[in-house]
Antibody, heavy 117, light 107 residues
Framework: QVQLQESGPGLVRPSETLSLTCTVS????????WTWIRQPPGKGLEWIGY???????DYNPSLKSRVTISADTSMNQFSLKLSSVTAADTAMYYC???????????WGQGTTVTVSS | DTVLTQSPGTLSLSPGERGTLSCRAS???????LAWYQQKPGQAPRLLIY???SRATGIPDRFSGSASGTDFTLTITRLEPEDFAVYYC????????FGQGTKVEIK
């Protein structure tokens, strides 16, 4: 059974960098797409970006200048860095597995990140 | 970017009724790369439909999806109490995007 678990600070100060890690168990990140999706309080889902097993990445154009997604295959983890955060970046952040055919088929439980001084 | 517009914003129905949810794309989207998700309060989304019309593992057959050009539809034939939730469509071709969601609430 594939499981994903997000970890990282729940509070980030404005203008700083948000950093989250997703630990994958039950599958290797050397396959599929590994993605970050966020959801501001009371709002809809927003795709942030993904890293493909080959190491290539793709990002939401609206966030591209601030986002970096990387992977550590030795730890079976992938990570998100979002720079210069503002209150608008306050959200539930989900890591998930994306597939070429099936969409996003496995989700982490999500972690809440609040941007506040 | 491909914008997905879902309608209605809220659908008020009674258990046992049929629900029809719409998702319209701003440009051509391959049916192979259109998915629907269900999200309940406090939970992560769950994949229902992929490839516009294929049910994900374990999804009851009262859920079905269809496509016509840039219009996609999720149909729930007989609403069960556990089906009241928010539903999102997503295109996962180039630069993934989500619709804004349709809330299915109890009438």
């Amino acid at each position: 059974q594939v499981q994903l678990q997000e970890s990282g600070p729940g509070l980030v100060r404005p203008s700083e960098t948000l950093s989250l890690t997703c630990t994958v168990s039950g599958d290797s990140i050397r396959t599929y797409y590994w993605t970050w999706i966020r959801q501001p309080p009371g709002k809809g889902l927003e795709w942030i970006g993904y890293i493909y097993y080959s190491g290539s990445t793709d990002y939401n154009p609206s966030l591209k200048s601030r986002v970096t997604i990387s992977a550590d295959t030795s730890m079976n983890q992938f990570s998100l860095k979002l720079s210069s955060v503002t209150a608008a970046d306050t959200a539930m952040y989900y890591c998930a597995r994306g597939t070429y055919y099936y969409g996003v088929d496995v989700w982490g439980q999500g972690t809440t990140v609040t941007v506040s001084s | 970017d491909t914008v997905l517009t879902q309608s209605p914003g809220t659908l008020s129905l009674s258990p046992g009724e049929r629900g029809t949810l719409s998702c319209r794309a701003s440009q051509s989207v391959s049916s192979s790369y259109l998915a629907w998700y269900q999200q309940k309060p406090g939970q992560a989304p769950r994949l229902l439909i992929y490839g516009a019309s294929s049910r994900a593992t374990g999804i009851p057959d009262r859920f079905s999806g269809s496509a016509s050009g840039t219009d996609f539809t999720l149909t729930i034939t007989r609403l069960e109490p556990e089906d009241f939730a928010v539903y999102y469509c997503q295109q996962y071709g180039r630069a993934w995007t989500f619709g804004q969601g349709t809330k299915v609430e109890i009438k």
